[in-house]
């Protein structure tokens, strides 16, 4: 059996790296450190691989420095509109959500809809109400909005072509001492992005996929792209048919038809045989893992990851 393992990310972007001020690259170490430690005492105290991508999701959720949960972008009329997937490799059960408000952890919304509802997927209004049908913990909208994502809204707004600009999700993916595999993504979108626009975040074989007998994927960076390419299907459609790795897989999925599908794309994995993978073609890979006891890896830099390898 191989050893349980988590791995996760706060999102691949490219970005100008000024932006990236040592305050700012400290703090979100220190999330994702929090957020890996979470998951991990799940998967180590013997808990499910679903347990701990949730866990790990949720304590990003409630870290303003993600854009997830609280700390989500704005959309162009300055509202938070989140998107969350879930999915358990074991039984291939899944629940995804689109542009949810006043839910606090998206993820767990997702999670209920996989448990308690008849269907996979359920959007907007339809989705919160079924959050408030089942007792999830509700804020009002003001906790969602930091000063920072308001800033940017602004920025967007005075801008003539009102172009949408930066992107981040957050998302985990576990094997567990079973051998069971799951995946959690969860996201605020794109900066400035339409009302009602949804990403590949919640799209299941898009942002998210897991199954036992092949790997569990979250995927990170542009969702236009990454949904017309069905990139965390293909990730698994790789290791299941052409036999590759989660490192291989995700090296080949991130080639994929770059002419046309060309944007940030970014890729956490681990496949049913332990192997961990994190990929991206952005200088921002913010991400993590741990495999077992062994010491665990934080990285903000795509060049950390270089130097590791
Ligand atoms: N994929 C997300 C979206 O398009 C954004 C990101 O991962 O940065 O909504």
Not at 45 to 64: C, D, Q, W, Y
Request: hydrophobic share 40%; charged share 25%; proline share 3%.
């Amino acid at each position: 059996m191989p050893t349980y393992s988590i791995v996760i990310h706060g999102g691949a972007v490219t970005m100008d790296p000024s932006k990236m001020t040592p305050d700012l690259e400290a703090v979100i170490r220190e999330g994702l450190q929090q957020a890996l430690q979470a998951g991990w005492e799940v998967l180590n105290g013997g808990g499910s691989a679903l347990n701990a991508v949730e866990a790990t999701v949720r304590t990003l959720e409630n870290n303003e420095h993600f854009n997830a949960g609280r700390g989500s972008s704005l959309n162009i009329q300055g509202e938070v509109e989140m998107d969350a997937s879930i999915m358990d490799g074991r039984t291939l059960r899944a629940g995804a959500v689109n542009s949810v408000r006043y839910v606090r952890n998206p993820i767990t919304l997702a999670r209920t809809v996989m448990e308690k509802c008849k269907h996979v997927y359920i959007s907007a209004e339809g989705a919160v109400e079924f959050a408030l049908q089942h007792g999830l913990e509700m804020e009002a909208v003001h906790y969602f909005e930091t000063e920072k994502a308001r800033k940017e809204w602004l920025e967007i707004i005075q801008q003539e072509e009102k172009e949408p600009q930066g992107h981040d999700t957050v998302g985990a993916v576990a094997l567990d001492q079973d051998g069971n595999l799951a995946v959690a993504t969860s996201t605020g979108g794109i900066e400035g992005q339409l009302k009602g626009r949804v990403g590949d975040s919640p799209i299941i074989g898009g942002g998210s996929y897991a199954v036992n007998e092949a790997c569990a994927v979250s995927c990170t960076g542009d969702g236009e792209v990454i949904m017309r390419g069905a990139l965390a299907h293909e990730v698994y459609a790789l290791v299941k048919y052409k036999g590759l790795s989660a490192p291989e897989a995700c090296r080949e999925a991130l080639k994929l038809r770059d002419e046309d599908l060309k944007g940030d794309k970014g890729f956490i994995a681990i496949d049913k045989d332990g192997h961990v993978a994190i990929e991206s073609n952005t200088n921002i890979m913010r991400c993590a893992y741990r495999i077992g006891e062994a010491e665990p890896f934080v990285a903000v830099w795509h060049e950390e990851l270089d130097k590791q390898a």
